[in-house]
């Protein structure tokens, strides 16, 4: 599965079926050209070696032929039998969970409630059904800050957790379930911090979250200096880059980043950012595209481990 990040209350999508090749195509293709805080593309193989689907999501009325005719050079007279449909607010999520399996890292199993008979006895199991904002565990870099952090217990455990543009809240979540600890999570968006504290209740978490309302760090809650030891962040590469001071600052000297919203060719920019704030890259997971980076503070650089799904 290949995904954008959400513009906030999409209210329009475009869905058109495709073979894998032009799906990556457009994809690519739509998320260079429209703004990523009010376009998101999705794209997902509807069944074993079948055709895929291709959603683009808007946060308002696109111009319709606008869109044909810029994916008219990948899927010609096809791209005239796309659909567009308005939505309501629900939807979006919804139709993006409507067939997608369960996600599984290690422990950590997402997902809806008609798959609870697929848990495990000893499953951290996180429940989200369908809510206003982004983070499902199914886009690819959500299931890579899973992997990451899945294997960052494999090698300690993290005391003090923050999950920067939480979304749905699923890695913060994760962590609250693996280190039964509290986990201060927070996102820019007021609608995304208010679904994921109705998911914590529901996955009976609540006691677990410290949930706020803020870009970045910029909340008494986050903005401890030195006290994290374990930072998510699965945003955008641009503002990663920016936040490469801040996130350093409320780090641990013996921290970990885990980092992702990027695609392959964002890598450097952001490695170089955050080497210039002492990181370097320990691991790296790739995903379809997608790229989740956990980067270390402190001690001496290693060969980084690379990992691809």
């Not at 069944?47 to 308002?60: H, I, Q, T, V």
């Amino acid at each position: 599965m290949l995904e954008g990040l959400h513009p906030n209350r999409p209210t329009h999508v475009f869905r058109i079926s495709t073979d894998e090749r032009s799906a990556r195509a457009m994809t690519e293709l739509i998320g260079e050209i429209f703004d990523p805080a009010e376009t998101a593309v999705a794209a997902f193989e509807i069944e074993d070696d079948g055709p895929w689907l291709l959603e683009a999501y808007f946060a308002r009325e696109p111009d319709e032929k606008a869109v044909r005719d810029l994916l008219r050079p990948i899927v010609g007279d096809e791209a005239d039998k796309g659909v567009f449909e308005p939505l309501e607010q629900q939807d979006w999520v919804k139709a993006s969970l409507e067939g997608l399996k369960p996600v599984r890292a290690g422990r950590i199993f997402v997902h809806g409630s008609h798959d609870r008979d697929q848990r495990r006895p000893n499953d951290l199991s996180i429940e989200i059904e369908a809510a206003l904002a982004f983070g499902t565990g199914h886009h690819g870099t959500t299931k890579s800050c899973l992997d990451a952090f899945a294997d960052e217990l494999k090698l300690r455990t993290p005391r003090n957790v923050l999950d920067v543009g939480t979304g749905t809240g699923i890695l913060a979540f994760a962590a609250a379930k693996a280190l039964k600890r509290p986990v201060v999570a927070g996102d820019i968006d007021p609608e995304a911090v208010r679904v994921a504290r109705e998911n914590a209740r529901l996955n009976g978490i609540s006691p677990w979250l410290k949930l706020y309302v803020g870009p970045g760090v910029r909340n008494a809650m986050a903005d401890r200096p030195g006290h994290f030891d374990l930072v998510f962040a699965n945003i955008l590469a641009k503002p990663l880059r920016m936040l490469a001071p801040s996130l350093s600052r409320v780090a641990s000297h013996d921290g970990t980043l885990i980092l992702s919203g990027l695609l392959v060719k964002d890598v450097p920019g952001i490695l170089s950012s955050y080497a210039a704030e002492g990181w370097h890259l320990q691991r790296r997971y790739d995903l379809e595209g997608w790229v989740a980076l956990v980067m270390k503070h402190g001690g001496a650089a290693q060969q980084p481990r690379r990992y691809y799904h």
